[in-house]
């Protein structure tokens, strides 16, 4: 069975800090793995998505490096604004379910 | 990128009622969808896949016949919790698979139903 870990739990920071948020997965055999952002009481919003092939996507001030046969994948977002203050889950697909890490809650102080 | 709704956005009902939830893919058709549960605080767990014209496949450990799954259409699908407990409470949310133009697929979620049984 598919574990999905993410550290930290919660992370708070300085407004123009760069932010780095790690996931890591058991089993490699992945199809894909994608970085969600979740607002309070909110849906999910789909930020970068990599496919098992891939090393690293970017869009804007986000980048998410995977490194399948370690089983981790790391997101990187720069210069942090309050704006980016929210949830961001991790989840990886095998055989089209996804499982999904517990989050790491951002606070970007203004 | 793709749309999926969800409604109601939010319910309130009484203990012992059924609370029937729609999850709608806006501009795709979707012969997968997927229905997650969350908790405060934890992560999303996946409670059953959804498929077109069959029935649905469940996880183990959910009750299949406590969330039935009703996949009538290529566009729709329903989740009805039957009998709710205070218990069931919680935030679901469903996603559906289309297709990309550019090759592959992708899931997309809707914005999730915050269920409070009372």
């Known amino acids: 069975k598919q574990e999905v870990t993410q550290i930290p739990a919660a992370l708070s920071v300085p407004e123009g800090e760069n932010l780095v948020l790690n996931c890591s997965f058991t089993?490699?055999?992945?199809?894909?793995l994608q970085w969600f952002r979740q607002d309070p009481g909110k849906g999910l919003t789909s930020l970068l998505l990599?496919?098992?092939?891939?090393r690293e996507q970017t869009s804007g001030r986000l980048n998410a490096s995977l490194d399948k046969s370690s089983g981790r994948s790391t997101l990187y977002i720069a210069a942090s604004q309050p704006g980016d203050s929210a949830t961001y889950l991790c989840a990886v697909t095998n055989d089209y379910k996804l499982s999904f890490g517990a989050g790491t809650t951002v606070t970007v102080r203004a | 990128g793709a749309v999926v709704s969800q409604h109601p956005s939010r319910v309130i009902c009484k203990s012992g009622t059924s609370v029937k939830i729609e999850c709608r893919s806006l501009?795709?058709?979707?012969?997968?969808m997927f229905w997650y549960r969350q908790f405060p605080k934890k992560s999303l767990m996946l409670m059953a896949t959804?498929?077109?014209?069959?029935?649905?496949?469940?996880e183990q450990g959910v009750e299949k016949d406590k969330f039935l799954i009703n996949h009538a259409s290529l566009t729709l699908s329903t989740l009805t919790v039957t009998s709710a407990h205070p218990e069931d409470s919680s935030f679901y949310i469903c996603?559906?698979?289309?297709?990309?133009?550019?090759?592959?697929?992708?899931?997309?979620f809707g914005p999730g139903t915050r269920l409070t049984v009372l």
């Open positions: 089993d490699s055999a992945i199809y894909n």
């Open positions: 501009d795709f058709q979707a012969t997968t």
């Open positions: 959804s498929n077109e014209g069959s029935k649905a496949t469940y």
């Open positions: 990599i496919q098992s092939s891939q």
């Open positions: 996603s559906a698979i289309a297709i990309l133009l550019a090759g592959g697929d992708e899931q997309f």
